[in-house]
């Protein structure tokens, strides 16, 4: 049964106001602040309250999981990179752990199915659904319990992550070699986009890859005729057809933080397939969610375009990893340390905007 | 006199090159951290040798300055407002303290001229070359030995930073009433631009005060055909024409951070004019400097066109302060790391992109 009890409430509007207020009254011109005072009226709404206090306990939780449809040849990298990668988190030795150290960030990992030829890396978070999901060019990536169980098992990650401190905001990201051509999938069917727009190069394979990949989206995209808007149980047949475990369990993820009201900011392509399929399941997760960057997938941007959520930043990525996610999450701070710590002109004595004659 | 022995090599090829070679060997996809790669190459290339560590020692230097030209009713503010905001920036209470805690950043105020109705405030470095420049919409705007004293103490205020701890990466910003009419008429000058095109509504001005704006710039402009680039004397002759001290130090601080192989990261419009003096005195110095990001001043994108800068990102600011340039600090931090820090394929036994048939 998939769970549909996610009790997550919209993003407090109250709040939202007060928090634009607050901003409007800080020595600063008016608006001169743009995206990062938008994002401190986000946060004070997700929080329910103005933010009074410095958003600097940061954690990111990168879900890890391996894909049936590697033996299509749709990567540059076998699959053994995944349990390798994972191994290179868990020992500091990532790009993810270099950018996490720059933003005073946590790393955990959430194994939700990865299986290298040594048998699965000992995790930090052990919630693996299985070994992996079959091959979604051939047949059903997963059975309608294993996507359901992956859904639970993101909820569990961020239930676990939380238990170790209280975080202020979690950004989340993916690792598995062959997720791109998945999250295609899911980025057409769930979007309705034409399966070639969504498939890019993911590692960087060359032109028959990507030719192959193009084709094995837009079959299984076939399977699946559009369904409009807020159909979960459309959502959760997709996922179970198209999906990875950890592209599931990111989506579970994102429904578990909106519901314990943590703000949650979103790396690439893979989270942002994720991200469409918690929003089919809870529309209103969404106003948790911060998308970090457009990354250079081409379908990105449709998928951002179709969660109604504009990036921060376009540094020209495709790592995944939650790379992107971590080097927004400074960002955030600063907006919560803004709206928590300026003073406003009658707390500071400044002169205000005059709109009296210039002396 | 106007210093002209500034000694600034151009930043070294070899190490460019090195830098490069071991990005492309560490353990992600060719070219998958973007922009992040070239930072970790340009930072190389500015050191002199591959970046081996963390730049987590951060320094902001906000340049502060008065505006004779506040006088014509330019601004949304009056100009006593300058050493009020120098005041705030000492007590830790503006934006940019909130957005220097969130990156982990040292703030550096240098008063190049300030005068408020209470005389100058206790500034960290005191390096005023006069209360205030004069009204350049009625003549220049200080002499000539005025503007070589701010170019002066730009090149001290840098030394006293760096005197203070050996800071790996510096950050300037700007703060001065009634600066971007200055910095308006050095970039129409400095790049042939329209004077309409580049002047925008600073701190948030409405009609009246933008076309009086418009005119003041479009009159200065017309004092000083442009010149072909490459021209020290007439860069200080427009500096000393239509500058602010603020702006004419922050042009002396760019080049003795070059000078000293520091990278500099460079706020909104007010720096880039900075940053156009610069280029005329000494064109090898850009390649030190790293544009944050795209403010919402008109004249900055034409004058990062002009510096052949591409900022990192563009979240809707147009504050100073060094806002922009501080949120920025994090991602120049997570460059080195990732370069420093990261291990290669052949360091982590991970499997290489592989151009064999897949398993």
Redesign the interface.
């Known amino acids: 049964m998939t769970r549909t009890d996610w009790k997550i409430a919209p993003p407090d509007v109250e709040a939202a106001n007060a928090a634009r207020a607050r901003v409007d009254a ?11 005072e938008a994002l401190a009226v986000q946060l004070s709404a997700i929080a329910g309250r103005v933010v009074d206090r ?1 958003y ?1 306990r940061k954690a990111i939780l990168i879900g890890a999981g391996d894909h049936g449809v ?4 749709v ?7 995944t349990p ?2 994972v191994d ?1 988190f868990l020992g500091g ?3 993810i ?3 996490a ?4 960030a946590d790393v955990y990992v959430a194994n939700f199915g990865v299986c290298g030829p040594g048998g699965p890396p000992d995790q930090l978070l052990g919630l693996c659904v299985a070994p992996r999901p079959a091959n979604f060019a051939r047949g059903p990536a997963m059975t309608a319990g294993q996507a359901a169980a992956a859904l639970a098992a993101g909820a569990r990650a961020v239930d676990e992550v939380l238990a170790r401190a209280p975080y202020d905001v979690l950004a989340l990201g993916d690792m598995g070699i062959g997720n791109t051509t998945s999250a295609a999938a899911l980025v057409a069917i769930l979007t309705g986009a034409d399966a070639a727009g969504v498939t890019g190069r ?3 394979i060359g032109d028959e890859r990507l030719a192959r990949k193009r084709e094995i989206v837009a079959a299984a995209a076939a399977r699946f005729p559009a369904r409009a808007a807020g159909d979960a149980e459309f959502a959760m047949a997709v996922a179970a057809g198209v999906g990875g475990f950890e592209i599931v369990g990111l989506a579970g993820a994102i429904l578990a933080a909106a519901a314990r009201r943590v703000p949650i900011v979103l790396d690439g392509y893979i989270v942002a397939a994720a991200a469409l399929i918690a929003q089919r399941i809870a529309p209103v997760a969404i106003g948790y969610c911060i998308a970090a960057h457009r990354s ?1 997938e081409p379908g990105h941007r449709i998928a951002l375009e179709a969660l109604a959520l504009e990036p ?8 995944g990893e939650a ?1 992107g996610a ?2 927004a999450l ?2 955030v ?2 907006a919560s ?2 709206i ?4 406003t002109f009658a ?8 709109g009296a ?3």
């Not at 150290?101 to 005073?104: D, E, G, N, V």
């Not at 928590?340 to 003073?343: D, F, G, K, L, S």
């Open positions: 800080l020595t600063k011109p008016l608006g001169s602040l743009g995206r990062i410095a600097d590697t033996e299509e040849g990567s540059a990298y076998p699959a053994e990179v390798q990668m290179a030795h990532a790009a752990n270099a950018f150290r720059a933003a005073h993911g590692t960087g250079q921060l930043f376009d540094l020209g990525l495709r790592l790379s971590a080097l400074p960002i701070e600063a340390r803004m928590a710590e300026m003073q707390e500071a004595g400044v002169a205000t905007e005059t004659a210039p002396s």
